[in-house]
């Protein structure tokens, strides 16, 4: 199976801050790398897709980067409604796997 | 606009069974491949089974292989998984996501999920 790792798994940042979360794969994933937004007690939000596609409706100060073993999500400026955690997933081979989850919390 | 809502969900028994539910409307169901992930409490998330627009193809992980079976009725747009020999470990938060194409190999992703249902196996 293909391990994604990411990095921090809990970060704390303040409103207006530019944040950076990164996600590493095992092996090589090209470009078929997700990242989803939960806030507690909801489903997962698609954001990035194909590592720098926004998924319709997302605000543009969030962005993808990467590709091969090492991608980044980034938050431009944080707001107070990006405090949630984030979830990578590739999309290259089964089992699809998501990492861990990193928590972005308020400072 | 796009819903999904799980049902189905509940207090069982180690070595049980349960069967999930999900509805979905607002798209054209037979279209998109449909998947179930679930969340253990307070951990990630771990995607559990798939299966094609048409129902012709299925993917189980090796965590619920043997056990758990996912199938679709497309004239009533609702999505399942067979959930048996439950397990202590099979306690979740079970979503259904829908994919972006018929297809669940490659690259499948979801763009819509339902609000989840929580299964719990405990004694």
């Known amino acids: 199976d293909i391990q994604m790792t990411q990095s921090p798994s809990s970060l704390s940042a303040s409103v207006g801050d530019r944040v950076t979360i990164t996600c590493r794969a095992s092996q090589s994933i090209s470009r078929y790398l997700n990242w989803y937004q939960q806030k507690p007690g909801k489903a997962p939000k698609l954001l990035i897709y194909?590592?720098?596609s926004l998924q319709s409706g997302v605000p543009s100060r969030f962005s993808g980067s990467g590709s091969g073993t090492d991608f980044t999500l980034t938050i431009s400026s944080l707001q107070p409604e990006d405090f949630a955690t984030y979830y990578c997933q590739q999309s290259y081979r089964t089992p699809y796997t998501f990492g861990q989850g990193t928590k972005l919390e308020i400072k | 606009e796009v819903q999904l809502l799980e049902s189905g969900g509940g207090l069982v028994q180690p070595g049980g069974s349960l069967r999930l539910s999900c509805a979905v409307s607002g798209f054209t169901f037979s279209s998109y491949a449909m998947s179930w992930v679930r969340q253990a409490p307070g951990k990630g998330l771990e995607w559990v089974s798939a299966?094609?627009?048409?129902?012709?193809?299925?993917y189980n992980a090796d965590s619920v292989k043997g056990r758990f079976t996912i199938s679709r009725d497309n004239s009533k747009n609702t999505l399942y998984l067979q959930m048996n020999s439950l397990r202590a470990e099979d306690t979740a938060v079970y979503y259904c996501a829908k994919g972006v194409s018929s297809g669940w190999y490659p690259n499948l992703l979801f763009d819509y999920w339902g609000q989840g249902t929580l299964v719990t196996v405990s004694s």
């Open positions: 299966i094609s627009g048409s129902g012709g193809s299925t």
């Open positions: 194909a590592a720098s």
